[in-house]
């Protein structure tokens, strides 16, 4: 059993014979999602941070490429410290493995391959997601260059 309540990696497998590759993450839990989505990125160059969920959690799952993910536990919403340490993830396509971001957190990314994508799931609805969507400014916890 996995704590929920900090950012974690979840663990999958894979099993290979003369059919082919079966990639499971058994332990993903999917009864709390409500919704799923795509990012892609086609350059590197591209930054999407930060924004931040006081109630929201979610999964990233990279299907294509590499990407850096940056976490900051907000300390205070509506001005947090400038001082908050980023927690960072690497996710790989090659990888069988999902990121769970709880509630409390916001989030940075940026592919490390060209035309990189991750697949998100969110356990609250589109509606009840844009009541809960704090922006913040890109370079406030970290350097992405």
Not at 26 to 42: A, E, G, W
Not at 87 to 95: A, G, H, P, Q, R
Request: hydrophobic share 35%; aromatic share 10%.
């Amino acid at each position: 059993m996995t704590n929920k309540s900090t950012p974690h990696i979840i663990k999958g497998n894979q099993h290979t014979d003369e059919r082919g590759t079966l990639s499971f993450i058994n332990d993903f839990d999917l009864s709390t999602i409500k919704r799923m989505y795509v990012i892609q990125h086609p350059s590197t160059a591209i930054v999407r941070a930060w924004q931040g969920h006081k109630i929201e959690s979610k999964h990233f799952k990279c299907t294509q490429g590499r990407f850096l993910i940056a976490l900051i536990k907000i300390d205070d919403w509506a001005t947090p410290s400038e001082d908050l340490p980023p927690e960072t993830f690497i996710l790989d396509s090659k990888n069988t493995e999902v990121l769970h971001i709880p509630a409390g957190y916001a989030n940075g990314f940026k592919a490390l391959e060209e035309n990189s994508e991750l697949l998100v799931f969110s356990n609250l609805s589109l509606e009840d997601a844009k009541n809960d969507d704090y922006r913040f400014d890109q370079e406030l916890w970290m350097d992405w260059n």
